[in-house]
């Protein structure tokens, strides 16, 4: 039998998540008869005391677990010889503020398991925290806009949002926001406050749902320049953006899901025709540099020039790449200041909501935000897949490595080797010995 380790969370002092709690973790360690040792922490969201009134043992000694789980990535301090490190990598693109820690774990021979690519054989992910990154970006965002529009001299019941960590739970801040969305409905004139969210996967159905607690009027992209006539008498309104709202064909072929995904240099961006019509845009999409930005620099400076002003005002980043879909995030911030306003004139930013230019929201680890019910969800899943991590022989070769296929796509690197779906990291991790 093998032991399994839980590791402290230590990133940050928002960073509060497991990934297991004490009643899955004892599940677990009843059905399979793997050990789960549980790292002590002062800060996460379920105590000490916890684990062990499940009986699990809180020991040091975790970290020396044969397979080693964590949420966010693991310092390289930790590795050993054929451990088994199962976490959040921020790998995969191959980030180089990450490929010193892939570089120690190439070296000591370890193996590396990353959730984000514990996927179904449709390539779906299968275990992650974006339900609650949707969430909690949202609240952020309309407390930004409501902020934002406060300071400019439009008072709305926007700015009663709290910060998401103020809500107790999920419940509250749906009993909250339903109330401001009542007011709102009782108060509002003129035109309705118009909020896109780009994307439609696991994030942007968390943020349409905290939306939904507000209104429930959508509008088609089509409606949006005629916004106020389809929605008269109306606060807020959302609309979602696919793919084919973002881009269109270079040449004279049409627009193909599957072809924009596979050939992108085939597209060009054209969702700046959609950023006239907007208040608030929240980003929940998946980006590499492969395919165009949603909105630049260049735009940015356009809309602002020579005295003008757009009517977007707030971008609420959850996906928050760095300089990446939205071009103005240029760093990721913590839940205690979430926004910055970039000014496109000077490249210049301030923190908060106050000044020219764009307020952006864009916390990196929004889940902390709600870190019981996140860890709850994820731990939900995780517990299922934490069996077969202890029963595999990690000293087996990758190609036998005897791992049900969504776990067998999640291994980056094993026995010191980056496994052949991720050679390609080869040449970043070159780069970094270069630099």
């Known amino acids: 039998m093998a032991t399994i380790g839980i590791r402290l969370e230590d990133k940050n002092r928002w960073e509060r998540r497991v990934p297991l709690t004490p009643a899955d973790a004892a599940a677990v360690q009843s ?14 969201i379920f105590s000490n005391e916890e684990y062990r009134a499940a009986g699990l043992r809180v020991t040091n000694d975790a970290v020396k677990a044969d397979v080693l789980v964590a949420v966010k990535e693991i310092p390289a301090s930790l590795f050993r010889p054929g451990g088994v490190y199962v976490c959040f990598s921020h790998t995969i693109k191959g980030q180089s503020y990450n490929m010193p820690m892939l570089r120690k774990l190439l070296d000591v021979g370890a193996t590396l398991v990353d959730y984000e690519r514990v996927v179904d054989a449709a390539g779906r992910r299968l275990i992650f925290f974006s339900l609650h990154a949707g969430y909690a970006g949202m609240i952020e965002s309309l407390r930004a806009l409501g902020l934002r529009l406060a300071n400019r001299g439009r008072e709305t019941a926007l700015a009663e949002v709290k910060p998401a960590y103020e809500y107790t739970d999920i419940a509250a801040a749906e009993l909250h926001l339903r109330e401001i969305g009542r007011k709102l409905a009782d108060t509002w004139q003129g035109e309705p406050l118009v909020i896109g969210i780009s ?6 159905f968390g943020a349409q749902t905290v939306l939904d607690w507000l209104t429930d009027v959508s509008l088609a992209v089509t409606d949006l320049p005629h916004a106020a006539l389809k929605a008269p008498g109306v606060a807020l309104a959302k609309v979602v953006f696919h793919e084919h709202h973002m881009v269109r064909p270079a040449g004279d072929h049409d627009f193909v899901l599957q072809d924009y995904f596979d050939h992108p240099e085939r597209y060009r961006g054209c969702f700046s025709d959609h950023l006239p019509h907007l208040d608030l845009l929240v980003n929940t999409i998946f980006w590499t540099d492969r395919y165009p930005r949603l909105v630049t620099k260049e735009w940015a400076a356009a809309a602002f020039a020579d005295g003008r002003e757009p009517r977007l ?13 939205i071009e103005m995030s240029v760093k990721s911030t913590h839940p205690d200041q979430p926004c910055f306003v970039y000014d496109p004139l000077t490249g210049g930013i301030t923190d908060g909501v106050v000044g020219r230019g764009l307020a952006i929201m864009a916390v990196d680890n929004l889940p902390c935000e ?3 019910e996140s860890s709850q969800h994820f731990s939900s899943v995780l517990k299922d897949m934490v069996a077969p991590l202890g029963d595999a022989d990690w000293s087996a070769s990758f190609a036998d ?28 991790l070159a780069a970094l010995e270069d630099g």
């Open 31 to 44: 059905a399979s008869g793997h050990e789960i040792l549980v790292q002590p922490s002062e800060v996460r």
């Open 199 to 204: 994307g439609y996967g696991n994030v942007s």
């Open 313 to 325: 005002q707030v971008i609420g980043d959850i996906s928050i790449d760095i300089e990446g879909s």
């Open 370 to 372: 709600l870190p019981r």
């Open 401 to 428: 490595l005897d791992l049900p296929p969504h776990l067998k796509t999640a291994v980056i690197a094993h026995g010191g080797k980056l496994a052949p779906a991720y050679a390609y990291l080869s040449d970043s």
